[in-house]
């Protein structure tokens, strides 16, 4: 006689609960992704490698060299 029973089948109580959230941490979690996306992108329009900044260093340094090496005194 289980089918004129009245009472309702069990439900586990997790399923109606919902996980609690810190709003305040979710904003800052948003802002901080966000601006680690904005860096990403100005490193890749912007950037360059430590390498590339004393290549170009060495190469501007030898150029003046050059230059002055071939000046002529008066």
Not at 19 to 42: F, G, H, M, P, Y
């Amino acid at each position: 006689m289980d089918h004129l029973d009245s009472t309702p089948p069990a439900v586990p109580e997790d399923r109606f609960m919902a996980d609690i959230i810190n709003l305040r941490q979710v904003r800052k979690q948003k802002a901080r992704s966000d601006k680690e996306n904005v860096a990403a992108q100005n490193r890749v329009l912007h950037g360059r490698t430590k390498a590339e900044k004393q290549r170009e260093a060495t190469e501007r340094q030898r150029a003046e060299r050059l230059i002055d090496g071939h000046k002529r005194e008066e």
